[in-house]
């Protein structure tokens, strides 16, 4: 029998059933002994979007069979099993119950800890499953709901240096693929499109650029490229929109990113200079190009996850079960779903006109 820790993870907060178990390595990095992520891109295409109640039916048929794989696949035996982490926020909530219960259930028939995981902790982990990695840290957490700069005290203390006032980046990203006409999910497919284009051709807005510190907006430039789609003709025009679309994001990025070095540098007073970007976008290439080209420029050492630990997945939730199982932080199984959880509880709410920035 090992010694060392062994963690499964479940996620079920949106239209990805994952479980993973991932073994504790004291020297070093954990090590993920399975991962399984079974997608439901073919669910969901027709509809152009997540449908919450056909994404929860998913994870009710499949996440059995999902926990069934991963443990087969670990080749450990259940018994060894130290504590059960699923996340319990944010998400759809119906998504959210699915796993939540899962968990509960295996951790009472296992009679070992029960730890609930805030989803977007487990993206700001997920560089700890490939990277060694202290705190405090800035972190650059770019998803389909979030789009934030935070400072990354420590396990569970998130400061917010800055957030987007209306679209998460992977929304933008997925707005302008659908008026694009590239189908559900959109994101990945506009980074393959603007491949083909001409990054200068269209001249797209960079709202809030020169001010609002590092807080970030993206609906201004959704608008903009609504008003071009329809002026487009050709093809080639809409891979030049993809392009000039994709240039844009990597230019705000840059700026803002200045912008929270700055902050972080002034609020932690330390050299630890780590600067981490997580979240689906940040499996974007040109975008991880840019914001590695900004921390050589200014010292910070950029870290990424693992490409394929970039979108969601139950090993970065076992990451962070495992921080939590070292520090003996474990949940009651009446722990409920929570589908707007936050990582920083004291960040004032911003979003929305009239937003003062
Ligand atoms: O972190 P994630 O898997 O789920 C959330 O917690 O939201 O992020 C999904 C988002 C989607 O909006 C998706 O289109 C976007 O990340 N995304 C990308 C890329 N890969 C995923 N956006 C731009 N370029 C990509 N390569
Ligand atoms: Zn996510």
Known sequence: MTENAIILG??????????????????????ILSNIISSQ??????????????????HVEKIDQIAKKAIVESGINLKNVSAIAATYGPGLIV?????????KAMAATLRVPFIGVNHLEGHALSPK????????????????????????????????????????????????????????????????????????????PKPIINKGGCNLSFAGLKTAVLRITRQIKSEQEKYDLAASFQKTIEEILYQKTKIAFKEFKQLTKKKNNTFVV????????????????????NNFIP???????CGDNAAMIAMVGLEKYKLKKFDDLNLEANPRLPLDSGAKFLKGAGVEL
Do not use: M
């Not at 907060?13 to 990095?29: A, L, W």
């Open 95 to 103: 998504c959210l119950s699915v796993g939540l219960s899962f968990a």
């Open 129 to 204: 499953l490939n990277s060694k990695l202290d705190y405090p840290y800035l972190l650059l957490l770019i998803s389909g709901g979030h789009s934030q700069y935070l400072s990354v005290n420590n396990l569970g203390e998130y400061q917010r240096l800055g957030t987007t006032i209306d679209d998460a980046l992977g929304e933008a990203f997925d707005k302008t693929a659908k008026l694009l006409g590239i189908e559900f999910p959109g994101g990945p497919k506009l980074e393959k499109f603007a491949e083909k284009g001409d990054p200068n051709k269209f001249n797209l």
């Open 10 to 31: 479940i996620e079920t907060s949106c239209d990805e059933t994952s479980v993973s178990i991932i073994e504790d390595n004291p020297d070093g990095i954990p090590k």
């Open 278 to 297: 997580a979240g689906g976008v940040a499996a974007n290439k040109k975008i991880r190009k840019k914001l590695i080209e900004v921390s050589n420029e």
């Open 41 to 58: 891109v073919e669910v969901h295409q027709e509809f152009g979007g997540v449908v919450p109640e056909l994404a929860a039916r998913s």
């Open 303 to 309: 870290i990424f996850p693992d490409l394929k630990l």
